[in-house]
């Protein structure tokens, strides 16, 4: 059984019960905490419908669109998550000066998030569009552009930050390398933490190219192939996985690292303990846009909430198996949760080293 998760009474062995139990009193822990999102903004759109024919133009299907959805998606989806979960949070990222932007920012203000957007010119807001039919995903076109912040955005990003740091109890940076992730803005969030009354959690969910930017956060959350693209080796089972993330670990000077590993659960490494194996608790896979996105908004509630990271892990394991079972990027709620609680079997957690 894992540690730190249920503390029964002197010779009474630990039952599932016992760790149901724990993991609710923590779920409530989420209500009221508050985290700091930075990080890439975009739209996602849905266009939905059915397939009967194939074109007569090309060898592909027709699909008459039925339905249409716009959501907000990257950095947008974690404080959604966020919100979902019962937490409080505070957005800040950039949007383009367009009709998507403007969009985004009317979303998110509905949503009830709490926004502070810069409309940066000559930067379109990153546009996915997503065809499905039956069930299935047909074809994504994705409209973007990898502009670097300006030095006075990057001035306005971090002045921003620095108003809101002392409300919150955790940072989240959401990397989805579409510019605004740099390292004048890796290196401000480092020196607005060591100004701080005390040093509070930084976790990044990371992309490859900007590696080298993540020195000494709290915790990163890459998946399986971002862990291999990270420490340079093929990554596949156990062994190549712990191999990794000590790699990514020893490289960042990071004390903490999540490694999502998509049907297969997660690996979850702290300095100097053995390596913890938690499996999926995903009861049926329709789609795995976001879960990441869920992944990291448990983890940082849990931290700002100071529970330990293996429960917090355990939480955040529910939360993505509920949401890979949903359309788009999904997000779960604490009822939803505590249903999968009760309902579904404790996850076995195993010891890789």
Known sequence: MPRALA???????VTAADIRQSLLAALDR????????????????????????ISPEAPIPVVLVEKEELLIGGAGNVALNIRSLGGEVVLIGRRGDDEAGRTLEERLRSEGIEACL??????????????????????RVDRENRAPLTPGAVRGLLRKAGEQ?????AIVVSDYDKGLVCAEVMGGLRGLRAAGEKKIPLLVDPKPENFPLYK???????????SGACAKMPVSGPREIV????????????PHLIITLG????????????????????????????AGDTVIAALALG?????????????????????????GAAAASPGEIREAVALLPVPDIERWE
Do not use: W
């Open 165 to 169: 740091l002392p409300r919150c109890s």
């Open 216 to 226: 000494d956060v709290t915790a990163l959350t890459p998946n399986l192939h971002e």
């Open 303 to 327: 931290a700002a909430a100071s529970l330990p990271l293996i429960t917090s892990c355990l939480l955040a394991n529910y939360a993505a198996g509920l949401v890979v079972g949903k359309t």
């Open 7 to 13: 503390k029964p009474g002197r010779n009474r062995k």
């Open 243 to 254: 191999a990794a993330g000590r790699a990514i670990m020893r490289e960042c000077a990071c």
């Open 263 to 290: 049907g297969q659960g997660m690996a979850v490494f702290v300095s100097g303990e053995e390596v913890s194996h938690i499996p999926t608790s995903a009861r049926q896979v329709f789609d795995v846009t976001g």
């Open 118 to 139: 810069f409309a940066q010119e000559n930067y379109p807001t990153p546009l996915k569009t997503r065809i499905l039919a039956r069930g299935q995903q047909m074809l």
């Open 30 to 53: 989420f209500a009221g905490s508050r985290v700091l999102v930075i990080g890439d903004l975009m739209l996602d759109r849905y266009l939905t419908g059915d397939a009967t024919r």
